[in-house]
């Protein structure tokens, strides 16, 4: 099963305990994907994603391990999303 985005800015929020989050997601559009990442409450803009394939994505990578709140918002439907792994 997956999270499937299907309005403009839909988002996904999680909490997590690690040093690094990826994220398994693809693009079911005809175009590239944008997502922002969000940190506790702050936009990472070095952090922004493009999807525009199925693939395994490095959301984040934090120098170390650490509690926080991951936000991902998608700037247009059209993503799936499968499932977070950390490290």
Do not use: C
Not at 28 to 55: D, F, Q
Not at 59 to 69: F, H, T, W, Y
């Amino acid at each position: 099963q997956q999270i499937h985005a299907e309005s403009e800015n839909a988002a996904v929020k999680i909490n997590f305990f690690a040093t690094q989050v990826y994220a398994v997601m693809g693009n079911t559009s005809a175009t590239p994907i944008h997502v922002k990442v969000m940190l506790n409450g702050k936009w990472l803009p070095s952090a922004e994603l493009t999807v525009n394939r199925y693939n395994l994505y490095t959301v984040i990578s934090l120098p170390k391990a650490q509690r926080g709140e991951l936000t991902l918002q998608f700037d247009k439907p059209g993503v799936d999303l499968y499932t977070f792994t950390f490290g």
